[in-house]
Structure formats: structure tokens, C-alpha cells
């Protein structure tokens, strides 16, 4: 099992959302898009992303990636 953990406090993060939507820039530039859940400390209230091995999809699958984008429920973006 894989989880996250809150250091700070000793305690497994919980799933506040499920299939947030992460979407990597480089700079201004969207790169890819991958699912993931929003995590949250049940004692401090501290967030972390927990994002799947593979994107939905790269900016080059253009239809793909359209799709996805519209489908998201929340989008979170992270930069390099
Ligand atoms: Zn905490």
C-alpha cells in the first residue's frame, strides 16, 4: 500500500477529493495531464497530491488532451 504521510503530525493524510486533475507546465506551456487525489491532514489541515504513475494525456495527443481538460473537476498546476 502507498500513502502519504504527514510528518509533521505522524498521521496518514485522507482523501478529500478524488480525481483531481494535475496538469504539468513548463513555464506557461501545458505539458501533460495526469489524475490524482487531493489529500489532506486530519489533524493539521495540511494538502498534498497524490498523483496516478501515467497522464491521461501529453499535450501533443491534442484531442486527448482537450477531453481530459474538459472532464477535470479541479485542476492543479504544477510547474518545474
Ligand atoms: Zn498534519
Given at each position: ?19 483531481v ?17 487531493l489529500?489532506k491532514?486530519?489533524?493539521c ?5 497524490l498523483?496516478?504513475e ?7 495527443q491534442e484531442k486527448e488532451y482537450a477531453?481530459?481538460?474538459k472532464?477535470?473537476?479541479k ?6
Amino acid at each position: 500500500m502507498s500513502g502519504v504521510i504527514c510528518v509533521k503530525c505522524g498521521l496518514w493524510m485522507k482523501v478529500e477529493t478524488n480525481g483531481v486533475t494535475v496538469e504539468q507546465m513548463s513555464g506557461a506551456r501545458p505539458i501533460s495531464l495526469t489524475s490524482a487525489d487531493l489529500l489532506k491532514c486530519p489533524k493539521c489541515g495540511a494538502e498534498a497530491v497524490l498523483t496516478a504513475e501515467k497522464p491521461l494525456a501529453e499535450s501533443y495527443q491534442e484531442k486527448e488532451y482537450a477531453f481530459w481538460r474538459k472532464k477535470a473537476i479541479k485542476i492543479i498546476k504544477v510547474t518545474n
